[in-house]
């Protein structure tokens, strides 16, 4: 498939910044006109190695009744950053941690994921907070859209 606007959305998640310690929540999007997400996380320097990810849902972009979206495996080519090659990788407790320096890590959520017989619709990438200055960046990958429209896929 060939990346377009017109077939995908991109947007922003959490902006490439070196954090001291903060825990960082990235921008809410909307998955009423799409049905799957790809939240793609790079990391520079991990002087604390040891930021938690976490993927929350919501009923409205504001971050409304927030609460955690249950996912169980990731892709990364974390411990071999030399390679562009990602590996499926469990995931506990729907979260885990950033934990090597210029890495790359995938999670794919699907629309069905999320709580939406209760109005649950937007999600976004949270970071915890770290014990160093790591730089971790992401960008978001709205695709399979019901109507292609950018307008339709709200960001906060």
């Not at 209760?118 to 971790?136: E, P, R, W, Y």
């Amino acid at each position: 498939m060939r990346v377009t606007n017109e077939n995908v959305i991109l947007s922003e998640g959490v902006l490439p910044l070196s954090r001291n310690a903060a825990a960082v929540d990235g921008n809410y999007i909307s998955l009423k006109q799409g049905q799957h997400c790809t939240f793609i996380i790079i990391t520079g320097a991990m002087a604390g190695a040891d930021t938690s990810v976490t993927i929350n849902q919501a009923t409205a972009v504001a971050g409304t009744s927030e609460k955690a979206v249950s996912f169980s495996w990731m892709w990364t080519n974390d411990g071999a950053t030399a390679t562009s090659v990602l590996t499926k990788t469990a995931v506990t407790s729907n979260t885990f941690d950033l934990d090597v320096a210029n890495a790359m890590y995938v999670i794919e959520i699907d629309a069905d994921m999320l709580d939406v017989d209760n109005g649950f619709d937007c999600i976004q990438l949270a970071l915890g907070a770290s014990t160093g200055a790591d730089t971790v960046g992401s960008i978001q990958m709205v695709s399979e859209a019901r109507f292609m429209n950018a307008a339709d896929v709200m960001v906060d």
